[in-house]
């Protein structure tokens, strides 16, 4: 009987792919498919430019396809060219896995069958797929260290020309045989350049102004559409307008961190084909834009400490709106935001004293009606909350709230079970390597004793994690369970649920009114309540409030 076979194509990146497509992949598993008596080409799986290195099992589509037409049993094998085509991290052996209990054979043409029958068979797959994220860790580093040294030398990284140039051919080749290439300045764009550096430097100006003042002169970004301010930033920050290359701009997890310029990375040499703005001016553009933020900073950490020092709680907008997210504009239905504000003034004594303003304010600027001020709309809601609290006392308001417990508690419960279960199969995995070791000290084994070693050591490290985060999740549990005691006895102890919410802080008022509310809906003065508890369709209106001019 013939088995099914589909294929698994993969490149990494696009300057891999031969005019979009994978023919040499393609081609040895058309030939290592006739060589088998048995075997039926069915079906091709194509990954154009996909890390299966950066890219998980689960963000990767294609292997989610894959493991779907085996549940539905729609072929019997998987070939693909290598095993670092399926993946290169160790989580990949359990997809393996995953496939061969669903009864899908997989194989590689280089590698031959990948099986998980034997204890030892999984332990070779996980480090067959360990070797290969060490393998894209030792070219991700080497990639990195010859983007080094190009940028040093004076050579183009690669990438996007930045506004103001253009790519064109250097004549020279590379190791693949690509042709290279190098920016050159495009003197129309340049103009550009010099003048968003004139607004900043002459003029003072900032991102915002400059991309209003370009649009307003009609002048096109290089997308042909209006200037935005992040655009304005990245000209005024990149170091190539002064002839000089720079890497090694963001680093921290993923690279999320923004590095100091005096950490990045230049040229050793300016590059004088290439200069747009002089060094000096580039220097005092960055100086510039450099103590905008610290005065900014300043203002900011001034402001935390006078409001501090006043009202003796942290300086939070977001924790002192009763009603964020449960607020909507009766116009647009768009969900009202923050717009809150402080006011600082010195009096005639030399102090200094600040006011917060609390509102809430509609996304889309309704003509109707902007913005509510924050003590008129929260005394309509908390009026009638504390009202419609007092008519619930023959309800069994705690039910609904149990149910909350429990379900949070499973959640718990569910992260907890799971985490224990990694940490009992990386004690297995442990356990096994260790019994390897008389091996790889006779050099018996697959690995060295060295590699072992560094393998056994990195399970441990991530038993350790998981353990640490164990701590953290049944912590976390502990406070949960807590907190929903000391509400329950408030509640309990408080016959009068009115009085309870309306003596209750910030924080407690915003809990009971997500316990209660499903929306409230403001429509100028006229303020819907649509409630949750026992009432799923019951609105409850309050027209007729007065509207305070002053805050809104």
Not at 156 to 172: E, Q
Not at 247 to 261: F, V
Not at 339 to 352: A, D, I, L, R
Not at 403 to 419: N, S
């Amino acid at each position: 009987m013939s088995k099914k076979v589909r294929t698994l194509l993969r490149v990494s990146s696009k300057q891999q792919l031969h005019e979009g497509d994978i023919p040499v992949q393609r081609a040895e598993a058309e030939q290592y498919i006739a060589r088998q008596s048995d075997w039926v080409f069915d079906k091709e799986y194509i990954e154009k430019a996909v890390s299966a290195y950066k890219n998980s099992v689960e963000d990767r589509e294609v292997l989610q396809k894959i493991l779907a037409d085996a549940r539905a049993g729609e072929f019997n094998i998987l070939l693909a060219y290598m095993s670092d085509r399926i993946g290169r991290q160790e989580e990949y052996s359990f997809y393996v896995a995953a496939l061969n209990q669903l009864g899908i054979e997989v194989w590689t043409i280089k590698d031959g069958q990948l099986k998980t029958r034997e204890h030892t068979d999984k332990l070779l797959n996980f480090i067959r797929f360990w070797q290969n994220e060490g393998e894209s860790r030792k070219t991700s580093m080497r990639v990195k260290d010859a983007r080094r040294e190009m940028v040093k030398a004076g050579k183009f990284p690669g990438g996007r020309a930045p506004y103001g140039y253009k790519l064109v051919p250097s004549g020279m080749v590379n190791n693949h045989g690509r042709l290279l290439k190098k920016l050159e300045i495009v003197e129309k764009d340049a103009a550009v350049v010099k003048k968003i550096y004139d607004l900043a430097i002459l003029k003072g100006m900032g991102y915002e102004k400059i991309s209003r003042t370009l649009n307003d002169e009609g002048i096109l970004s290089a997308a042909g559409s209006k200037w935005k301010p992040a655009a304005i930033a990245g000209i005024l920050k990149n170091p190539i307008y002064m002839g000089v290359y720079a890497i090694n701009k963001r680093g921290g997890a993923e690279g999320t961190r923004r590095m100091d310029r005096r950490e990045w990375i230049y040229s050793e040499k300016q590059i004088p084909e290439l200069v747009i703005i002089p060094k000096s001016a580039w220097e005092k553009a960055q100086e510039i834009r450099e103590e905008r933020i610290r005065k900014l900073n300043t203002s900011k950490e001034q402001s935390l400490k006078l409001y501090e020092d006043q009202y003796k709680v942290p300086f939070t907008t977001r924790g002192k709106l009763a009603l964020m997210g449960l607020v909507y504009c009766g116009y647009c239905g768009k969900k009202l935001k923050n717009g809150s504000y402080c006011n600082h003034w010195t009096v005639k004594s030399g102090k200094k004293k600040v006011s917060f303003t609390g509102r809430y304010i509609c996304p889309n600027q309704c003509m109707e009606r902007k913005s509510y001020g924050q003590d008129y709309l929260e005394s309509i809601v908390f009026q009638v909350a504390a009202a419609c609290i007092k008519q619930l006392k023959g309800i069994d308001f705690f039910e609904d709230l149990e149910g909350m417990r429990q379900q949070e508690k499973a959640g718990f419960k569910r992260e907890l079970k799971q985490i224990e279960k990694q940490i009992q199969n990386l004690n297995l995995d442990l356990k096994t390597l260790e019994e390897k070791i008389p091996e790889a000290i006779r050099g018996e084994y697959y690995f060295s004793a060295e590699k072992l070693s560094e393998l056994i050591k990195e399970k441990a490290d991530c038993v350790d994690k998981l353990k640490e985060r164990e701590k953290e999740v049944r912590s976390k549990a502990a406070r949960a369970e807590n907190h929903n005691d000391k509400l329950k006895n408030s509640l309990e102890m408080k016959p009068d649920l009115g009085i309870t919410f309306e003596s209750a802080d910030t924080q407690t008022k915003r809990m009971l009114l997500f316990y209660m509310i499903d929306q409230v809906i403001v429509k100028d003065d006229d303020v819907k309540i649509k409630l949750k508890i026992g009432f799923e369709d019951f609105i409850h209106e309050t027209p007729g409030f007065a509207v305070p001019e002053q805050g809104l």
